[in-house]
């Protein structure tokens, strides 16, 4: 065994590496708008929470501000964990309760697809959070992979049973 490839995570390691990442992103930045305003914009909005519980309360979802500020932390916590691979599963576990949440309150009404005419008389549909679910509920199944702190406590745990297993035997 070369003890330089023993350190390279497999291929499906890296895939959900990848993966990690990207949800990362995409709900770190989510939860950085709907807590501090921070991306927003023409598309977005102004962002911040007293406007997400504003968008929470006008979509019928109370407590408004509750519910804004949990769907905040959900979406900048679990983001985070899921981002550096810690809890991995319980995170994406907990953002996925959130995005199928959101797209039964939020999304539903509006059919399938986003709002690629950008009309501001609707909403998005389903489209963007299937595909977001698909891919936390694969981090939930398949875990965070070995290029995640998950991974590293994994590792060292083995490491410390393998140890022990050979004391016993000595």
């Known amino acids: 065994m070369n003890p330089i490839n023993d350190r390279i995570p497999p291929v499906q390691s890296l895939g959900l590496l990848v993966l990690r990442l990207t949800l990362s992103i995409v709900f770190v930045m989510h939860g950085l708008h709907a807590v501090f305003g921070i991306g927003a914009g023409p598309g977005a909005g102004p962002g911040g929470l007293t406007e997400t519980a504003a968008a929470f309360t006008h979509a019928g979802i109370q407590p408004g501000f509750f519910?804004?500020?949990?769907?905040?932390i959900i979406q900048l916590g679990g983001g985070l964990l899921v981002g550096v691979g810690f809890l991995t599963r319980f995170a994406a576990a907990a953002v996925l309760g959130y995005v199928m949440f959101a797209g039964w309150k939020l999304h539903l009404m509006w059919g399938f697809f986003?709002?690629?005419g950008v009309d501001p008389t609707r909403g998005h549909g389903l489209e963007y959070a299937i595909a977001l679910g698909g891919g936390l509920l694969c981090l939930v199944l398949a875990g965070g992979g070995e290029a995640s702190l998950d991974g590293l406590r994994a590792d060292r745990a083995?490491?410390?049973a393998a140890g022990r297993a050979r004391l016993r035997r000595s």
């Open 67 to 72: 519910m804004g500020l949990l769907a905040s």
């Open 114 to 116: 986003l709002n690629w």
């Open 158 to 160: 083995a490491s410390r």
